[in-house]
């Protein structure tokens, strides 16, 4: 158990839907990042939040939204899913310094 | 467009070899250049390197950056089964949590 928690672990919804995903980061981590990793497009970055602001942002597309709680778990929205959405979505969070990134065991989405 | 290549994309390797990976990159704004190592699911941290020159170990993990160059080379020596995974590397930009990743090198150890 890497300390991030997230859920689902698995999601099957239809083209068209919205699905929320949750990420609780590690005792003391302030920041949260999340990942899309598809098979045809690797490990791609989406966005980052600390301690409840957005830091920075990847290649995160219009239909996807995330914020982080005051509790610091934060949440991915995916809405108007396509197929195309399907993918392993990663949730990370870190401490400064020299630790990289803890990530969670990510939740496997399947738009069908 | 910021880049992250790694090569070779895959590797085969019996037990006792060592392995180079190598991880060049074009990046706008670099900070740091991280080493994961994925098995079947969540990617874990190996290192993270922000100096030139300066090798980071980890046991039978060597990694080191070369910042003028701009390449990452990570090595495994004495190699087990349990190294079998994709190894991925990523570059860090100074916009902190922005990150590139390369498409990662399967290294496959046999018996």
């Known amino acids: 158990d890497s300390g991030v928690t997230q859920t689902p672990k698995h999601l099957i919804t239809a083209t068209g839907q919205r699905v929320t995903l949750r990420c609780s980061p590690r005792?003391?981590?302030?920041?949260v990042y999340w990942y899309q990793q598809s098979l045809d497009q690797g490990l791609q970055f989406l966005i980052q939040?600390?301690?409840?602001?957005?830091?920075a942002k990847g290649n995160i597309l219009e239909r996807f939204s995330a914020q982080q709680f005051p509790d610091l778990h934060s949440e991915l929205n995916l809405s108007s899913l396509e197929l195309g959405d399907s993918a392993l979505y990663f949730c990370?969070?870190?401490?400064?310094?020299?630790?990289?990134?803890?990530f969670g065991s990510g939740t496997r989405l399947t738009v069908v | 467009e910021d880049k992250v290549v790694q090569s070779p994309l895959s590797l085969v390797v019996h037990e006792g070899d060592t392995v180079t990976l190598n991880c060049s990159y074009e990046?706008?704004?670099?900070?740091?250049l991280l080493w994961y190592k994925q098995e079947k699911k969540a990617p874990t941290f190996l290192f993270m390197l922000t100096s030139s020159g300066i090798e980071k170990k980890s046991g039978r993990l060597s990694s080191i950056l070369d910042k003028k160059e701009l390449f990452s080379i990570l090595n495994i020596t004495a190699t087990q089964t349990g190294d079998s995974a994709v190894y991925l590397c990523a570059v860090e930009e100074t916009n902190a949590g922005k990150s590139t990743f390369g498409d990662g090198t399967t290294l496959t150890v046999k018996p």
């Open positions: 990370a969070s870190s401490v400064y310094g020299d630790y990289g990134y803890t």
């Open positions: 990046v706008t704004n670099f900070r740091s």
């Open positions: 939040y600390y301690n409840g602001e957005e830091r």
């Open positions: 005792s003391g981590d302030l920041s």
